[in-house]
Nanobody, 121 residues
């Protein structure tokens, strides 16, 4: 099993910045893609950004230019830098990772517990 733990959420004023981090832990695995999703109250979970092991990124169109995803493959971590935050960015942000267990063909698809981001004055 691969566990994901997020950190870095909180309350920020409109126009401010936050950096979310997520660390994966477990035994003998390799991660293909890592990503961030968010779910606002009463809405469906949506993709924010994802990044593959070779650094290819994918962003929600509406967030391009404000959010930046990065990854440290050696540490199995992924981060999300969020700038120029707006009230509509308020949501629970979830980390996600998919990969396989080393020496097997067993794949995993894991979610973190989520971290709250609130943008409000």
């Amino acid at each position: 099993q691969v566990q994901l733990v997020e950190s870095g959420g909180g309350l920020v004023q409109p126009g401010g910045s936050l950096r979310l981090s997520c660390a994966a832990s477990g035994s003998s695995f390799s991660i293909n893609a890592m990503g961030w999703y968010r779910q606002a109250l009463g809405k469906q979970r949506e993709l924010v950004a994802s990044i593959t092991s070779d650094g290819s990124t994918n962003y929600a169109e509406s967030l391009k230019g404000r959010f930046t995803i990065s990854r440290d493959n050696a540490k199995n971590t992924v981060s999300l830098q969020m700038n120029s935050l707006k009230p509509e960015d308020t949501a629970v942000y979830y980390c996600n990772a998919d990969g396989k267990f080393s020496g097997t063909f067993r794949r995993f698809y894991s979610w973190g517990q989520g971290t709250q981001v609130t943008v409000s004055s």
